[in-house]
DNA sequence: GGATTGCCTTGACCCAGATCAACCAGAAAA
DNA sequence: TTTTCTGGTTGATCTGGGTCAAGGCAATCC
């Protein structure tokens, strides 16, 4: 084991080894000449436009892949039309279930999104083959389980203001990790979402959403340029306002 | 894959090829006469008092292992105690995470609970050299992640009422699955929570499980035996009274 | 230019569920 | 037998966030 996670440990976080994020986080063969070929031969891109469906919940869905670049997300709906979102996926997220067709949720695009796919059968033979390619995503889900642990917290204890600076915080944080800075002091950032899907995402209101927003704006807690970017004075104020200790408890 | 998933699948629901439920549900090994010996040497049994901690957040844990009787709960808290459960223990669940051995949350044993532990380090040496045992974790895991975005929709969107009547309908489900039965028509539960643990896993105070418990009863939707157990007249009403669809979307 | 559309903000009001508080029932201790 | 304790119920009241409704502001389209 201990071999086998350094091995793919130097590729975690910060290093990528090519133009496909699959070959750093989601899946990486680097290390295994043969597999990289394989996995290079089985590659192929789709992209969305923003509110483009991805796929659709009951859907035959007969690839697997990860987020090159944009973001999309993940909801589910009550009959009535009640919506929840569970999941954000960002740049090097992971989109799909191996050994599972039918799509337990909609996928949707909110900005452009490149998708880096791979066909399930291949895809599912390869995670056979290779002991790799099944423990990365493995470490994948469990950091996802862990995340969805975190935001039920959230969906159920936290205030809406509080709600709304963890959400800030989350974006924040991936944004910086993305540019390989520590998110931290004055920082700025562009919303993927629209006030409606932050409602979704934490279980409010669009109206609480953008009363809330108005409030920590207000309170000097951010800044706002236009509608969609913000910028925070100061980080530390804001994880402060989030109701989380300052380690933010996000593992990603 | 295929052969792997088939020899598997055999083993999967209702087969139970021992007395350890990771024989199973959690790792089965049994096509491997060689790895069934090294899990029958590796394993050890742990037991836990009603209201007494597994482990606490933060804490050191050196096993990983499955629960063979009994309900243990997993809980989040922030800084002034409010409190969120993040996972319901039932038999046949997995505690722990591989390659992690700091506790991410508390696990507290709700009724008496007994253990059937792997020291960490073999098994993860285990899950390196047989496929199989890695497969059917990533396999539980994305189970658990489906069971925990349900359970954001219910955080984030349900109705007090519906909360109630949903959980009861999971908890039915697995006790019905346990006794292979199809749960349906007129049936009875224990509840192994209080009411404000009950709270704390839906998100609402305790005095609102009570009083929504008191109206599915005034309704007609339950009957109740003392405090703890409960009669379903008709499960399919109460599936009903819980927002989601027939089939109730549970996929465990 | 004016009109339409999509997204956002703000105000007024309301209600589901929280909070505070009293009380109840059974089990265990004294 | 009474006392204490734990877990549960119920009532009265309050409030955070939902609901409904009226604009505002750009961007795009005739």
Redesign the interface.
């Known amino acids: ?1 201990t071999q ?2 350094q091995k793919i440990a130097s590729h975690d976080g910060q290093e990528r080894c090519g133009d496909c994020p699959i070959r750093y986080r989601a899946v990486c063969a680097h290390c295994e000449a043969d597999e990289l070929a394989l996995l290079e031969g089985m590659k192929f891109y789709r992209s969305f436009e923003p509110g483009q469906p991805i796929v659709w919940e009951g859907e035959r869905m007969d690839f697997v892949g990860s987020v090159v670049t944009g973001v999309a997300t ?1 909801t ?1 709906m ?2 009535d039309g ?3 979102m ?2 954000l996926l960002l740049p090097s997220d992971f989109l799909g ?4 067709d039918i799509a ?2 909609n996928a949707v695009a909110t900005t452009r999104v490149v998708l880096c796919c791979f066909r399930r059968k291949p895809f ?2 390869l ?2 083959t290779t ?1 790799q390619v ?2 990365r ?3 994948m ?2 950091d ?3 995340a ?6 959230l ?4 205030t809406a203001r509080e709600k709304i600076a963890s959400f800030l915080a989350i974006i924040a944080r991936r944004e910086a990790a993305l540019h390989k800075r520590d998110p931290g002091g004055r920082m700025r950032i562009d919303l993927p979402l629209t006030r409606e899907a932050m409602a979704d995402y ?2 409010l209101t669009l109206e609480t959403v953008s009363r809330q927003i108005s409030a920590l704006k207000r309170d000097g807690v951010i800044e706002l340029v236009g509608k969609r970017a913000v910028i925070f004075p100061d980080f530390a104020r804001l994880v402060g306002e989030s ?3 300052a380690d933010g408890g996000y ?1 990603r």
Not at 97 to 100: E, I
């Open positions: 084991m086998i996670n993940l589910q009550l009959d009640r919506t929840q569970v999941g279930r191996p050994n599972r337990a949720y599912e033979a995670m056979c002991p099944a423990h995503l493995l470490e889900t469990l996802e389980l862990d969805a642990r975190e935001w039920m917290l969906l159920g204890r936290k934490l279980g109701g989380n200790d593992p």
